[in-house]
């Protein structure tokens, strides 16, 4: 168990999974990682902890190169659009990291390169050669999400190098039945290759260790991470021949780059690093969190992490560690916090199928504090947990009952009777004594379970108090005493005015919107100012002036909320979809009439045609896959459309210029050309 020490400020580096750049998170990511682990920080601070909250955009990878590919911008481009939605969207939610940062970064490049050159000086790195599929047309090896084809186990057409979606089964691209390039839609060779791989055989005995001895991660992490340890750890390869990455530091390793997983991990290091190197200008606090032993660090993931976070990443650290002064060694991880999976009505939130709710939605559909406070009171902490409207519903509705309410009679009482002053108190009776008791134990409860990441406990825990509070207040029955004996009636609302202060501070790391509003309702200091063991008997001030209250919850309309959620749903391009693009985007189309003049068969290639156009001011080459729809005589002498604005591309070693439009459909290809006589090069608008 985990448990601060007195007196003595701890450091902390709190980490969250890094979400891949071009998914908008959903709820069940935010929960799994971020706005857990933003709660927690948000407690470290209030106890006055040292503490650094840091994740960012996974940014590499083939995914994004892929789409980046096919929508014809650069993989950069693409990832720091999509970076700068994710980014926004966490700071709507209040995810209050010191830095949130993307992989594509100079600072991290920079430091990747440089550790795995250490790591391989230091006896940790293997090379292999390879089999690999190859496509012959785009000059490149296919790794992962590059190939397509069918799934050796279920049989469905649409499986992918790494993954088939239909039936879950991890794949090879060499498993692949009757594989396609993703990009061409070629038939790819086998070539051979060769790749960099982390001796992790070599490590296992250390990691073993570590993990044996590490007594506070979770009994279900460390069993998942010694079985596997058991079985034997395999090497596994570090580098991935693609374009859009990290390129691999190693001597005979060009054009090759950091397989995604084996840098992004790294960013909890780089983030820190970029944070006091360029967000706070302190560069000696890199060191100071990173390079001190005493530092906890603490990762919040999903339970599809845990190998990777416990295994790959203090393998990379213990490698990196050997031979260096101890001055210099990166601390190994403290903890990990790993949640089992929120489903949707008890089905996987899955995009394409349009199951779920997105981060960005559901800020349209209620408040946030509503969404966080749900969330973290169906945490899924011992088991997979459904987002069920009826649910939402009941959990906003105990929310208003037992907090919401006890602090508004609390406030309006004071208000009515005692002109908005906090009354005195006189002396405590037994029933007194019992609550203010609960009073002064709570934050440590509560505080307890959040050192612990019983977070969903935390928050129960609270809604628990006020609950007790309610009982409390009818237990007294002021609006009676206040008949007879004003000052008794005061007694009871000045010990309550002390729990509305200790609600607002122990709900400051789970909805600190609510929190200030509660704080501010007392005349209070902004929760930023407070902390956490400021609760007790006396918080409130005899005197004190409050302001006039108003309600700090609603009650949800369900169905109507509903409504909105499936107009937002049918009003999205779902994947595969084409999205809405502007005037501006139009725009930038630079499409002209050309006239064709040559067309010769490229060799080699059944659907090829090499074509020579002329655009009036200029002649261009195209490679155009018309050979089995068009005769060259057909074409010959034809007004066509092309783009002419397009990144040049290699087909079979020619460069073609443009791409000529056609209407396709099924095995009909249909040319477009201007009805009328217009000069070449006339741009179509
Ligand atoms: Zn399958
Ligand atoms: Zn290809």
């Not at 002064?325 to 601390?331: A, C, G, H, I, R």
């Not at 916090?337 to 008890?346: P, V």
Request: glycine share 6%; with cysteine; aromatic share 10%.
């Amino acid at each position: 168990m985990i448990q601060l020490t007195n007196n003595h400020k701890g450091k902390w580096v709190v980490t969250s999974a890094w979400p891949y750049v071009n998914a908008t998170p959903h709820l069940g990511n935010l929960i799994g990682s971020t706005l857990s682990a933003d709660v927690f920080t948000r407690f470290l601070r209030m106890k006055g902890e040292e503490v650094v909250f840091v994740s960012g955009s996974d940014s590499h990878g083939t995914p994004i190169s892929v789409e980046a590919k096919r929508v014809n911008v650069s993989a950069e481009e693409l990832a720091m659009k999509y970076h700068n939605i994710i980014k926004d969207l966490h700071e709507k939610w209040q995810i209050s990291f010191d830095n949130y940062t993307i992989t594509h970064n100079p600072t991290h490049i920079e430091f990747v390169q440089k550790m795995y050159l250490d790591i391989q000086k230091n006896g940790y790195i293997n090379e292999k050669e390879i089999e690999s599929l190859y496509c012959e047309n785009d000059n490149l090896f296919l790794p992962d999400r590059f190939v397509e084809g069918t799934c050796p186990n279920c049989k469905d057409e649409g499986a992918r190098g790494d993954q088939c979606d239909k039936c879950q089964k991890l794949l090879t691209p060499l498993e692949l039945i009757k594989p396609r390039c993703a990009i061409c839609g070629n038939t790819p060779v086998i070539r051979k290759t060769k790749h960099w791989y982390l001796d992790l055989p070599k490590l296992q005995d250390q990691l073993k260790r570590l993990i044996e001895e590490n007594k506070i991660i979770p009994s279900n992490a460390r069993q998942m991470c010694l079985n596997s340890i058991a079985e034997g750890l395999p090497e596994r390869a570090i580098t991935r021949d693609l374009e859009w990455g990290i390129p691999a530091p190693f001597k005979g390793a060009e054009n090759k780059t950091i397989y995604v997983w084996f840098e992004a991990v790294l960013g909890y290091i780089t983030a820190v690093k970029e944070w006091a190197d360029k967000l706070i200008g302190e560069p000696e606090k890199f060191e100071y969190f990173w390079k001190d032993q005493e530092t906890k660090t603490v990762f919040f993931i999903g339970k599809d992490n845990i190998i990777f976070h416990l295994i790959v990443f203090p393998g990379l650290l213990i490698a990196y560690n050997d031979n260096k002064e101890d001055s210099e060694k990166l601390v190994l991880p403290y903890n990990v916090s790993s949640t089992e999976f929120l489903m949707y009505d008890s089905e996987k939130f899955s995009k394409s199928r349009g199951i779920g709710i997105w981060i960005d939605d559901a800020l349209k559909l209620a408040p946030l504090d509503y969404w966080r406070f749900n969330l973290i009171f169906n945490r899924p902490e011992t088991s997979d947990t459904s987002f069920l409207w009826s649910e939402f519903e009941n959990n906003i509705k105990t929310l208003n009952d037992n907090i919401g309410n006890f602090i508004h009679r609390t406030l309006t009482f004071i208000e009515k009777q005692f002109n908005l002053r906090i009354p005195e108190k006189i002396e405590y009776d037994e029933i007194d004594k019992k609550f203010v008791e609960k009073l002064t134990n709570i934050g440590i409860e509560v505080g307890e379970s959040l050192l612990n990441f019983k977070l969903r406990k935390a928050i129960r825990d609270i809604v628990s108090f006020g609950k007790e509070g309610n009982i409390y207040l009818n237990e007294k029955a002021p609006w009676h005493l206040i008949k007879k004996n004003k000052k008794a009636a005061g007694h009871v609302f000045n010990i309550c005015a002390q729990v509305v202060y200790a609600l607002a501070i122990l709900l400051g790391p789970f909805i600190p919107e609510t929190s200030e509003k509660i704080l501010s309702n007392l005349n209070a200091p902004k929760l930023s100012e407070l902390k956490w063991d400021s609760v007790n008997e006396n918080s409130v001030k005899v005197g004190q002036n409050i302001k006039k209250p108003k309600p700090f919850f609603q009650k949800l309309d369900i169905e109507e909320i509903k409504k909105e959620y499936v107009k937002l749903k049918e009003g999205k391009p779902k994947e595969g979809e084409k999205e809405l693009i502007s005037y501006d985007d139009f725009q930038k189309l630079d499409i002209r009439v050309a006239k064709v003049e040559e067309v010769e068969k490229v060799p080699k290639a059944d659907k090829l045609y090499k074509i020579t156009i002329d655009l009036g001011t200029e002649k261009r080459i195209l490679v155009a896959g018309l050979a089995q729809h068009y005769n060259p005589d057909e074409l010959k002498g034809k007004k066509i459309v092309i783009l002419a604005n397009l990144e040049p591309r290699k087909l079979r070693g020619i460069t073609s210029e443009g791409m000529l439009l056609a209407a396709v459909e099924g095995d009909t290809v249909s040319i477009l050309t201007p009805d009328k006589d217009i000069p070449l090069g006339s741009k179509v608008e």
